[in-house]
């Protein structure tokens, strides 16, 4: 499939922005990584400045989120007769996937953001807010945990950032958290989801 100059333009700022930071990084450059002549305006005729493309890829990123969501709501039934273990492991899974999709778009995010906080507010509301009540959504709809009446959202908001937070040390750091390698994070994280059939749903007196 052949890539539009536009995409392509998007694609390596990105990775610009990422590597070098956006007030590093020049049209010009933008432009010749993206396969145009730097410095002969390509990127201004599709955009109509930096920002712009950046506010693009976030935009872009945004839809890309909402529609991942949706699927794999959608597909979360196909995996119903699996043990919940397993299904815990495949959701841990992958919200690491997708952090390390994201890793450019959460490279800029902290570290160029704050220059946009009308960006930051669409990145909140755009991806880290739905991917949250995604998992709280897919929670509350296992089998296991109807009518368990539990505060999904907050659940969610532990889970959720249990993952981010171990992907940010692994990344900013390089290595994870106690050295614990994926493969143990993800069985842990399913093993404190399983947990939650198990707690006393008593009134608290």
């Not at 990422?18 to 450059?29: C, F, K």
């Not at 899974?93 to 953001?113: C, N, P, S, T």
């Amino acid at each position: 499939m052949t890539t539009s100059t536009r995409d392509r333009i998007v694609a390596e700022s990105l990775r610009l922005f990422a590597d070098r930071g956006y007030a590093a990084t020049s049209v010009a450059e933008i432009e010749a990584a993206a396969g145009l002549s730097p410095g002969a305006g390509g990127l201004y005729r599709h955009f109509r400045s930096k920002e712009e493309v950046l506010a693009s890829a976030i935009r872009e990123h945004i839809e890309r989120t909402r529609k991942q969501i949706s699927d794999v709501l959608d597909e979360s039934t196909a995996y119903e007769e699996r043990p919940l273990e397993i299904r815990l492991r495949m959701t841990c899974q992958a919200g690491l996937a997708k952090m390390r999709e994201e890793q450019d778009l959460i490279r800029v995010l902290f570290r160029d953001l704050d220059q946009f906080p009308h960006l930051v507010a669409e990145m909140r509301e755009g991806i880290v807010n739905p991917l949250y009540d995604g998992i709280a959504t897919w929670l509350s709809s296992q089998p296991e945990f109807e009518d368990a009446g539990e505060d999904w959202s907050a659940i969610a908001s532990i889970l959720g950032g249990a993952v981010v937070n171990y992907w940010l040390a692994n990344e900013s750091m390089y290595e994870p958290p106690q050295r614990i390698d994926e493969k143990r994070f993800v069985e842990s994280w399913a093993r404190l989801g399983l947990g939650l059939t198990h707690l006393d749903r008593s009134p608290a007196t």
